[in-house]
Structure formats: C-alpha cells, structure tokens
C-alpha cells in the first residue's frame, strides 16, 4: 500500500528565505506526482505536476524535482514571502485513479 | 479562470439522515472525484467516475455512498445515512484526462452531530 510522508511537519522561515520540503514515497511505481497548496478552511490549489517520466517542473518561484526510483520530490520555494504561509500537500498518482497524499508541510513565513 | 465549485459550503445534518453534496466540475473536464478529509488528518480519497460510471472506489467508499452525475454539469456525492465519524470537508475535484492536474473545489464542511 502506498504511503506518502513529508517532512518537515513545519516550517518557519524569515522573509526572503529559500527553502526545500520534502515528500517521499513508498512505491515508486508512480503515473505522476502533484503539488498542492492549502490555505486554512480552505480547498486545494495545484501547484505543479510531474509525470513520472519528467525530472522537474518549474512555476515562477516554485520549482518541483522527482526521483522516482528513489520515491522522493522536493519543493524548492525561491525568495519566500508572507503570502506564501500555507500547508503544502504532495500527492502521488498510481496507475488507477486515485491520489494518496501526504500529511502536508504547515509552512509560515515571517515578515 | 475556470474551476470547480461546490454547495453548500456548510452542511449540518443530524445522524440517520440523508444527505447530498453537489459539485459542479470544470465544464471540458471528463474525470471527476470525491476526496475527504477529516479534521487534523489526511485527505483521502472515495471515488472517481468516469462516462457515467465509477471507475475505482476506496474501502471507505461502501453502500452507504453513492455518486451521480443528474445532468451535464451537476457531480453529486450522496450519504445515505450518516454517522458521526462522517463528519469531514468533502473535496469533489475533476481533470481533463486521466493522467492530467486534478482540480480541487473549495470543499463542503459536513457535520453530523
């Protein structure tokens, strides 16, 4: 059965940080892998999608890289900014249907 | 910008009763999903539904569910009789393709007291 850990639980950062969360994964038998972002109360945003095929993805200051073989993807976020704080979700696709997610990264960044 | 909505927001119902979340997907979206999640815990998935039929369902996912698609734009997730553990947001999501970005909604707060 798949499981999805991400670490770390939380993260907070100053203002202008870079920094990376991690997600790893169990069966890397993967279709794709997804992140989202998660504001509280709220629904999902996708942020990125990585076909198992493909190394990264990138979107403005988001920049996501899988190595399926070694069932890990990290999220790098350049120049942090307040807006940011969030908890980020990663999900993988198997080759069904269904995405099995993380617990999230609870991420705050101080101004 | 496109993208999925769903009502009510906030759901109270009490336990035994039935009731009927409602989404509408993204309108060239032909993949379309339940997902839950439980207050402090993970989001989890219930099923997908595909040409008017599901095409794969969780364990959670038992008699007491059952999806519809009533209409061109309606996706319904209906509970037939709720208990108290069933008491989540509820995320109906829906993709283009099989293998495409899945769409999130903004969720429907039900509470089963």
């Known amino acids: 059965k798949q499981e999805v850990t991400q670490i770390p639980a939380a993260l907070s950062v100053p203002e202008g940080e870079n920094l990376v969360l991690n997600c790893s994964f169990t069966d890397s038998a993967i279709y794709n892998l997804q992140w989202f972002r998660q504001d509280p109360g709220k629904g999902l945003t996708s942020l990125l999608l990585i076909q198992s095929s493909q190394r990264e993805q990138t979107s403005g200051r988001l920049n996501a890289s899988l190595d399926k073989s070694s069932g890990r993807s990290t999220l790098y976020i350049a120049a942090s900014q307040p807006g940011d704080s969030a908890t980020y979700l990663c999900a993988v696709r198997e080759y069904g249907n269904k995405l099995v997610f993380g617990a999230g990264t609870i991420l705050r960044v101080k101004s | 910008e496109p993208e999925v909505t769903q009502t009510p927001s906030h759901q109270v119902t009490q336990m035994g009763q039935e009731v009927i979340l409602r989404c509408v997907p993204i309108s060239n979206h032909l993949y379309f999903y339940w997902y839950r999640q439980i207050l402090g815990q993970k989001v989890e998935f219930l099923v997908s539904f595909y040409n008017n039929e599901i095409s794969e369902k969780s364990e959670i996912f038992d008699d007491q569910f059952s999806v519809e698609r009533p209409d061109g734009s309606n996706f319904t997730l209906k509970i037939r009789s709720t208990k108290l553990e069933d008491s989540a947001m509820y995320f109906c999501?829906?993709?283009?393709?099989?293998?495409?970005?899945?769409?999130f909604g903004p969720g429907t707060r039900l509470t089963v007291l």
């Open positions: 999501a829906s993709s283009e393709d099989r293998g495409d970005t899945q769409y």
